[in-house]
């Protein structure tokens, strides 16, 4: 309640009370009990069932209401060498305080402040979709089994990419990039996926990708998982019942 409402009640038996709670949550966990289920570098050794009970901990109606959910790799010895630098934080700084200008100035005289307060008409007016934005977000919604409250959360986190930006529509790219941080509703990494990526990181044959910005990679690696791969459902279910009848064969009793 705390998390959709910014406040929380505490009723009793004579009396009930109402204090504001309006926060942030930030919180941690590794992909797996062992740490290493997506190091490409270590081997992980827990099972399907251990890795499902791990997960099981955060309940689904939690996740849904947690903004994003991203993933955060190991730090490779060429990064660590690398002597690109990165935005500062004072420019860092100068984008947020933009974007929150743009945010108060659109929703002047109404009841939101900012993305997040978004809700009903008010998302549809200032979160449009043209065609082939509604076209790519319905197939994800549909192959990754989202929420009705993940799809709004999509929509104020594509809104907030815009902003940040400074582009008064959104785009495909705003959607990937809000789809991209989705992790814990993506499940398990896809097959595609781990099999692309080792592939990427030879940059001698992958020029034009490692030419992109990093934003602009996790996009383009969002398009093509969930292209390549959620929207293949037939394929993943053959095989699903193949391996469930090899799991559990059937005796039959002699006649």
């Not at 289920?37 to 890795?51: F, G, I, L, N």
Request: charged fraction near 25%; aromatic fraction near 8%; include cysteine.
């Amino acid at each position: 309640q705390p998390l959709e409402q910014g406040r929380v009640f505490i009723s009793r038996a004579t009396y009930a009370v109402s204090y504001p709670a309006d926060f942030m949550l930030l919180a941690a966990m590794n992909p797996c009990p062992c740490g290493y289920s997506t190091d490409p570098r270590h081997e992980c050794t827990c099972s399907a069932q251990a890795v499902a009970r791990y997960r099981a901990r955060l309940s689904g109606p939690l996740l849904d209401r947690i903004d994003l959910h991203v993933e955060v790799p190991a730090v490779s010895y060429e990064d660590i060498r690398s002597t690109h630098a990165g935005p500062s934080s004072a420019e860092v700084r100068e984008r947020v305080v933009r974007a929150r200008e743009i945010q108060r100035e659109r929703y002047r005289g109404t009841n939101c402040r900012t993305n997040a307060d978004l809700s009903g008409r008010m998302l549809d007016e200032y979160c449009r979709l043209g065609r082939e934005e509604h076209e790519f977000l319905g197939n994800a919604v549909n192959a990754l089994a989202l929420s009705a409250r993940a799809y709004t959360r999509i929509l104020r986190v594509a809104r907030t990419i815009a902003d940040l930006e400074g582009a008064a529509e959104l785009s495909l790219t705003h959607i990937a990039e809000a789809i991209s941080c989705r992790v814990l509703d993506r499940g398990q990494p896809c097959s595609f996926l781990c099999g692309v990526v080792p592939h990427l990181r030879r940059r001698d044959r992958w020029p034009y990708f490692w030419a992109l910005p990093t934003r602009r990679r996790i996009c383009r690696l969002s398009c093509w998982c969930i292209r390549r791969c959620c929207f293949w459902p037939p394929a993943r279910k053959r095989r699903s019942a193949r391996a469930g009848r090899r799991a559990f064969p059937v005796r039959r009793r002699p006649s």
